[in-house]
C-alpha cells in the first residue's frame, strides 16, 4: 500500500458522521435543553418500541456463538489452515480484554452491584438476602458471556471475509456472505460503515464521560484537586495524549504491552482484595452469584418488566446496556478480527468469549461481593456515597474501608488511567481504519492524524456531555446512536453463518478432489 493511498480520507465515512457528532455537541452547546428533550424522546421512543428486539437479539448471539463452539465450525481458521498466529495467547486475551471493557468493569465493579442491591426491579426488598442474589445474576448478565457474544458476532464474518476471502478491512465487508462482494465493497459498505462510526462515538463518548468522572473523583480523594469542568476538561486532554503516544508506537508495541500490563495489575488488585477481604463470604457468593445466574439466564435475559407496567427498571439497565454494546459491535470487531489472524473459530470463541466471561465472574464477585458485604455489615455505607457523590465515587469509598486504601486509591487510579488508554487506543484505531480508504489485512497502522481527530472529536463530546447532562446524557446519545446497529448486527448473525457454512463446504469439496 503506498503512502497517497495509506493516508486518503474514505469521504463517505468520514464526513457524515463527523458532521453529525460535531453538529450534537454545538447544538448542546447552545440549547441543551432542546437537545436533551430530543434525546430524551428518541430513546423512550426506542426502549418502548424495540426493548424486546435488543433483548432477542442478544439472546440469539449467545445461542449462535454456544452452538457454533460446539459444531463443525469450531475449526475453521481466519486465514486458511496454514496461517500462523502473530500473537500470544496471553497477549491477544489482554488486547481483546482491555479493548472490550477495560474502562467499564472499574467503573462498574461496585457501582452496579450496589446500585442494583439498593434499587433491585420485580418488586424486591432493597438491601433484603432476594436483592443480594438479584444484584450479583443481573451483574454478571451485564458483564460476562452476553458483551463478548454481541462483540464476536461481527468479528467473525468480518475476519473470515476479510482473512480467508480478502476483503478490505471494513465492517460491510462482514455483510460479504450475505449480500456478495459487489454490495459489501459498494456504496452500501460506506453508508454501513458510516452509520457505524457514529453509534461508535456514541458508545465511546459514554465510556470516555464515565471515566473522567472517575478520574477526577479519585484526585479529589489523595489530592485537593476537586470536580469542575476545567478538571474534567484537563483530564480528558490527558487522555486524549495518552492515547496518542500509544497509537504512535502501533498495535504490536503499545497497545499489545499496555494491556499486558494492565491485567497483570487487574489480577494483583482482586488477589489483594480477596485476601484482605471478607474471602469466605466473597468464595461463597462466587459459587451461589453465578449458580443463580446460570439457571435463571433465560429469565434473566428476556425480563422486560411487562408485569409491572410502572416500572423501567429494564429500559435504564438491561435494555440501555445491549444498546451500548450493540454500539461497539461493529468497531470491536474490526479490532478482534487485526489480533485474530491465524486462529480458529474454537479458539476465538475460548479467548474472546469464555475466558473474559470468566474474568467478569471473578472480577465482579470479587469486588461486587466485598461491597455487598461491606455494605450489609454496616462497615461502609458506599449505597449512600452513590447518592450523594455520584457513581464515579462508588470505588474510592470502597477502598477507603480496606487496608492501605490510600495506597490501593492510587494504584488503582492507574489502572482506570491505563484501561482508558487501552480502549479508547484500539476504538479510535478501528474508526481510523474504516475513515481510510482502502485499508487491507497487509496494512499494519491506520494513519495517526485520524486516531488524533476522532479521539480529539469524541473526547470533546463526552467532556460537553458529563459537563451538561451527567453519565444519564452520555446514556441517552449512546442508546440514540445505536438503534440503526441493531439490524445490522442480525445481518451480521445470518452472515455469520452463512459464511462458515460455506466454507466448510469448500473445504469438504476440496477432500473430495484431493481424493479423486
Given at each position: 500500500m503506498n503512502e497517497k493511498k495509506k493516508f486518503r480520507i474514505n469521504h463517505v465515512v468520514f464526513w457524515p458522521p463527523f458532521i453529525v457528532?460535531?453538529?450534537?455537541?454545538?447544538?448542546?452547546?447552545?440549547?441543551?435543553?432542546v437537545f436533551?428533550?430530543?434525546?430524551?424522546?428518541a430513546y423512550d421512543w426506542i426502549a418502548e418500541w424495540f426493548d424486546w428486539a435488543y433483548l432477542l437479539v442478544a439472546f440469539v448471539c449467545v445461542v449462535v456463538l454456544l452452538f457454533a463452539l460446539c459444531s463443525p465450525w469450531r475449526n475453521i481458521r481466519f486465514g486458511g489452515k496454514d496461517a500462523k498466529p502473530k500473537f500470544s495467547v496471553w497477549q491477544w486475551f489482554s488486547m481483546s480484554l482491555c479493548s472490550s471493557i477495560g474502562i467499564g468493569i472499574v467503573f462498574w465493579g461496585i457501582a452496579e452491584p450496589i446500585q442494583l442491591l439498593a434499587a433491585p426491579a420485580e418488586g424486591i426488598e432493597p438491601f433484603s438476602s432476594e436483592a443480594v442474589m438479584f444484584s450479583m445474576s443481573n451483574t454478571y448478565l451485564h458483564w460476562t458471556l452476553t458483551i463478548y457474544a454481541i462483540y464476536i458476532i461481527a468479528a467473525i464474518p468480518i475476519g473470515l471475509a476479510v482473512y480467508n476471502y480478502k476483503q478490505n478491512m471494513t465492517i460491510g465487508s462482514g455483510l460479504y456472505f450475505l449480500v456478495g462482494e459487489k454490495r459489501s465493497t459498494g456504496t452500501l459498505s460506506k453508508w454501513v460503515d458510516a452509520l457505524c462510526v457514529f453509534a461508535l462515538a456514541g458508545g465511546i463518548a459514554t465510556s470516555m464521560g464515565?471515566?473522567?468522572?472517575?478520574?477526577?473523583?479519585?484526585?479529589?480523594y489523595v489530592s485537593p484537586i476537586e470536580p469542575s469542568t476545567f478538571v474534567w476538561l484537563m483530564v480528558a486532554v490527558g487522555i486524549v495524549v495518552a492515547f496518542t503516544l500509544s497509537s504512535a508506537t502501533g498495535l504490536n508495541k503499545g497497545m499489545n504491552w499496555l494491556s499486558s500490563q494492565n491485567v497483570k495489575m487487574y489480577f494483583i488488585v482482586m488477589l489483594f482484595i480477596l485476601i484482605v477481604g471478607p474471602t469466605t463470604y466473597?468464595?461463597?457468593?462466587?459459587?451461589?452469584?453465578?449458580?443463580e445466574y446460570l439457571q435463571n439466564f433465560i429469565h434473566l435475559h428476556s425480563y422486560l418488566g411487562v408485569d409491572r407496567p410502572e416500572e423501567d427498571w429494564a429500559k435504564w439497565w438491561t435494555v440501555f446496556y445491549w444498546a451500548v454494546w450493540f454500539s461497539y459491535t461493529p468497531v470491536a470487531g474490526i479490532f478482534l478480527t487485526r489480533i485474530s489472524y491465524g486462529?480458529?473459530?474454537?479458539?476465538?470463541?475460548?479467548?474472546?468469549?469464555?475466558?473474559?466471561?470468566?474474568?467478569?465472574?471473578?472480577?465482579?464477585?470479587?469486588?461486587?461481593g466485598t461491597a455487598i458485604e461491606m455494605q450489609l455489615s454496616g462497615a461502609s455505607d458506599i449505597a449512600t456515597a452513590l447518592e450523594t457523590k455520584g457513581l464515579e465515587s462508588a470505588v474510592f469509598e470502597f477502598f477507603q474501608s480496606l487496608p492501605l486504601g490510600t495506597i490501593l486509591i492510587v494504584f488503582f487510579l492507574i489502572i482506570i488511567i491505563i484501561s482508558f488508554v487501552t480502549t479508547a487506543d484500539s476504538m479510535t484505531s478501528s474508526i481510523a481504519i474504516l475513515t481510510t480508504s482502502g485499508f487491507t489485512a497487509e496494512d499494519s497502522e491506520p494513519p495517526l492524524y485520524q486516531k488524533v481527530?476522532?479521539?480529539?472529536?469524541?473526547?470533546?463530546?463526552?467532556?460537553?456531555?458529563?459537563?451538561?447532562?451527567?453519565?444519564?446524557g452520555t446514556k441517552m446519545l449512546a442508546t440514540l446512536a445505536t438503534f440503526p446497529i441493531l439490524f445490522i448486527v442480525v445481518m451480521f448473525i445470518f452472515s455469520g453463518i452463512k459464511g462458515m457454512n460455506r466454507i466448510l463446504e469448500e473445504e469438504k469439496k476440496g477432500k473430495l478432489e484431493e481424493g479423486k
Open positions: 457528532l460535531v453538529g450534537a455537541v454545538v447544538l448542546s452547546l447552545i440549547n441543551n435543553e436533551t428533550q430530543a434525546v430524551n424522546a464515565q471515566g473522567i468522572l472517575q478520574i477526577t473523583a479519585g484526585f479529589g466473597i468464595l461463597k457468593m462466587g459459587v451461589q452469584g453465578t449458580g486462529r480458529t473459530i474454537k479458539q476465538f470463541l475460548l479467548v474472546n468469549m469464555i475466558a473474559p466471561a470468566v474474568f467478569g465472574i471473578l472480577w465482579f464477585t470479587i469486588f461486587g481527530m476522532w479521539g480529539v472529536i469524541m473526547g470533546a463530546l463526552a467532556w460537553v456531555m458529563i459537563c451538561l447532562a451527567g453519565v444519564d
